[in-house]
């Protein structure tokens, strides 16, 4: 009973047994039949019975234990984490703005989760992945964070918002459990100290390249900007597309400013249209994207629409239809071509869910397989382990052959692509 000892209450205990049953199932789907946990001689049995909790991949228990109840370890538990299982966190945006990546991207995990569990986990070990609403919001995802420290997970995935990141991940930091982030593209948040790493391009390896192209495709030299004035990633994306616009002296006509939530546009797009640009760019993310977007159409604007990395969801073309033809969004990744890891890819997720998976999925499942490929050579689970093996990453996902920059950056090409009958198609 020594170990149980340790985590000094039942409620320790309970949880402990969820872990150990989730740790039994290879799918992270319940299981109708309840596992017994082995009762220490003379003691009442503890029973669990596994449901899903929400969206959380991790089982929530019912255990009835009979008065006074002992239960020994198993072999399974042993530790912190249990010998059977290594336990990731990810801080997921579940609900308010950020929910059409985070869906995304939480269907993605799961989906590589289950195929790395199928083929044999970590070396023997399956993964649990305990899935949690970050809700787009700082302070939810530094919740979302504590837990995980407290649960002593091996790395993080997540948050889904730089805005969010930039409050989240220090606690990791300090705590020295890796982050993986794979969605986060403003500036400043590898900065945030050596155990925190990102598959998604940032605003800056992206932008340059979308504008460079746009010039050439659509001849532009003066441009109306706007962006959202209080989110990290998106004061993110208007500084670099400043900088670009410059780069390839191309003017502005307006600057343009909007916040979260807002749904009139037509202030802003009334000055935009009064300043006569060739094309309008937008660092947004997809709510207020696709607000502004709808009132420079409904004013009658045709002019090409600029867009970073939050116009990169199918959603804005079927919230959109035709309104949405003819942006430009600055990418990672394009469901089509790629290599075969991208190709599988598509092809499975599509099956499994009936959508085709966007960037946001592509860079959550390959972040899945890039942390396993680490857990795999790590020395040993403890963070600096985990975060030297993530330093010397060589690996073929769909978004390519993978490696760090020694930024902790990801390393490879940007794409461009544009709207085109309803689908991204890249432009050449
Ligand atoms: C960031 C982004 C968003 C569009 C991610 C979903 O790039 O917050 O960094």
Known sequence: MSSNKKFGSRLALVALVALALSACDLGGTASSTAPTATPAAGSNAVTASPTTAGSSMVMT??????????????????????????????????????????????????????????????????????????????????????????????????????????????????????????????????????????????????????????KAKLNISKVALIYGNDDAFTKAGYSVFKQALAANGITITTEQTFQKGNINFSAQITAIKGSNPDAIVASALLPEGEGMIKEARNQGMTVPIIGGNGFNSAKLMSDLGQQAEGVYVGAAWNSAGGNQASQDFVKNFTAKYGNAPDQFAAQAYSGVYILADALKRAKSMSGADVRDALKTTKITVPLGDFTFLPTRDANHTPVVQMVQGGKFVVVQ
């Not at 929910?99 to 023997?124: F, T």
């Not at 091996?154 to 890796?178: F, H, R």
């Open 61 to 214: 228990n019912t255990a009835s234990m009979g008065g006074g109840t002992a239960m020994t370890n198993t072999a399974s538990m042993g530790g912190d984490n249990m010998a059977n299982t290594v336990m990731l966190g990810a801080a997921l945006s579940q609900s308010k703005t950020a929910k059409v990546y985070g869906d995304s991207q939480s269907k993605a995990i799961k989906m590589a989760m289950d195929e790395i569990n199928a083929a044999g986990g970590i070396n023997g070990k399956q993964i649990t992945i305990d899935i949690q609403d970050d809700a787009s919001n700082p302070k939810q995802a530094a919740t979302v964070y504590q837990k995980f420290i407290n649960d002593k997970v091996i790395a993080i995935i997540g948050p889904t918002l730089s805005n969010s990141a930039a409050t989240a991940d220090p606690l990791a930091q300090q705590a020295q459990i890796p982050v993986l982030a794979v969605s986060n593209t403003a500036g400043g948040i590898v900065d945030i100290g050596d155990y925190i790493y990102r598959d998604s391009l940032s605003e800056a390896q992206v932008i340059p390249n979308t504008i460079k192209v746009a």
